[in-house]
């Protein structure tokens, strides 16, 4: 079996475009750039037709001539990805491959992209998203995450080989190099090559998308609920309350984040019993919140409040059990049968000091918020009403602080991202084994001058997720200001 290349037999045709396209779309954007300072200030100006009218001279040349420029080097990767889909293996190369595996995920783009654009004008602040390019950007890169996770971890799909699996022969070799045995698999090449233990790149990098997804996004909501459950009424009441809450949550950040992390996650503090006795506090909130929250809506209503308190918190009350009740921790007290999952104790005890670093941020944000909104006048009538203060804190003040809280959220799982990374580079908490991008670029790193290949794949995979969640909040933000 030959190697691949990175464009196969169609890069002898479309690589000379592609170069030529790029230089162009290059050289475009620094004449724009350059011809930018000398020009006049443009004011909106429409035809008669009521359009928009174009801007004229030399800078609007060269406008045109970068937007079309961009449009031919989109046209070309979408000719490298139908060139890779449509013709058999290795005629488009590595990207072609590589393309073809994500087929799951862009038809799962599509969709969503399709569908949340028919309907954008009934989806609120979402639907609006859409008429953001950046967020839409940052939208599709987020979510392209998001699926590739999806179909790798829940379906086993997208990995050409098994992430944890070692070949003879295949340590640090190239992108596209072959196996020593084609029958090994079904999967005759390593697309992105083999890191320093002779594992698949490509695969680690796919299968280190599920932890990433997994923990970012799911630390930070329950960042949030902790955050939204003490920062409400320390803003709403102020006084005392305000006073020891706003204490505590400046010490803890008076802690510099990485020496925190360090201190969590490291074993003589995990042996003592500290991140589980964490935990069992932590997660807690989500179970008040939520009780809170429907106990205050349907208050006046026992006959409807009343069963679904029971549904909501006796499914609350098993997962709560179930995730602080943990296999190898001081509080293993669940029997088998009645305990629903276990987690490994690294990614726990991570998760716990991704919720206990994000909390006191988000606590000040709603305190702030809050202190600010409730001396607005839909407050006042509530009162006037004479609705009770957490139906005040939670169904009047907490929508309308929705748009700032959005934004924040989407912007703090990228920096729980980059901890994740932080602590996978440092070898702390997830297991040593583990595919996730920080433990990756860690491997990859020792080599770095003479192998680049195994520390660059989950290097820009980190970069493009960590800048999707900064363009879907700068787009989130853009259209929330629109409101």
Known sequence: MDPLSW????????????????ACFALAVVLQIALSFFAPPMTLQSNADGTLAVRGGY??????????????????????????????????????IMFKRFVPVWIALIAIFAVSIHYKRSLGLYGKLFDSTVGMIGFGLVMFWVFTAIFSGMF??????????????????????????????????????????????????????????AIAPLATLFAFMVGIT???PAGYYGGRLDTILSFLANLILAFPVILLFYLLVT???????????????????????????????????????????IVILGVLGWLYLSLVSQDGTVLNFMPNWLDGFDINPGILV??????????????????????????????????????????????????????????????????????????GFFGLGLPPESPDWGSTINEGRKLLLIYAHPALPPAIALLSLVLGLNLLADGLREESLKD
């Open 7 to 22: 464009t196969g037999a169609t890069g002898a045709f479309l690589n000379p475009i592609w170069t030529i396209t790029v």
């Open 59 to 96: 800078l609007g040349g060269i406008e045109r001539v970068t937007k079309i420029a961009f449009l031919a080097v989109l046209g070309l990767s979408l000719a490298y990805a139908i060139a890779g889909i449509l013709l058999p293996y290795g005629t488009g190369g590595i990207v072609g």
């Open 156 to 213: 086993d799909m997208l990995i050409t080989h098994n992430p944890l699996s070692q070949v003879s022969g295949l340590k640090n070799k190239v992108p596209g190099v072959p196996m020593p045995d084609a029958s090994v698999g079904n999967w005759p090449h390593y697309l992105l090559g083999g890191d320093n233990l002779a594992r698949d790149i490509f695969s680690r990098v796919v299968k280190g998308s599920v932890i990433v997804i």
């Open 230 to 232: 003490l920062g409400l």
């Open 267 to 309: 074993p003589e503090i995990v042996a003592t019993g500290i991140p589980s006795f964490m935990a069992a506090f932590l997660f807690v909130f989500p179970i008040v919140f939520f009780g809170v929250l429907l106990n205050s809506r349907y208050y006046t209503q026992p006959s409807k409040r009343n069963p679904i308190l």
């Open 350 to 423: 991570v998760f716990v000091s991704v919720v206990f670093v994000n909390s006191p941020t988000v606590y000040r944000i709603v305190r702030g918020l809050t202190l600010d909104l409730r001396t607005r006048d839909y407050v006042a009538a509530a009162q006037t009403r004479g609705e009770g203060a957490w139906y005040i804190m939670l169904w009047e003040i907490l929508p309308n602080a929705r748009g700032p809280l959005i934004v924040d959220f989407c912007l703090r799982i990228g920096y729980t991202t980059i901890l994740l990374g932080t602590l």
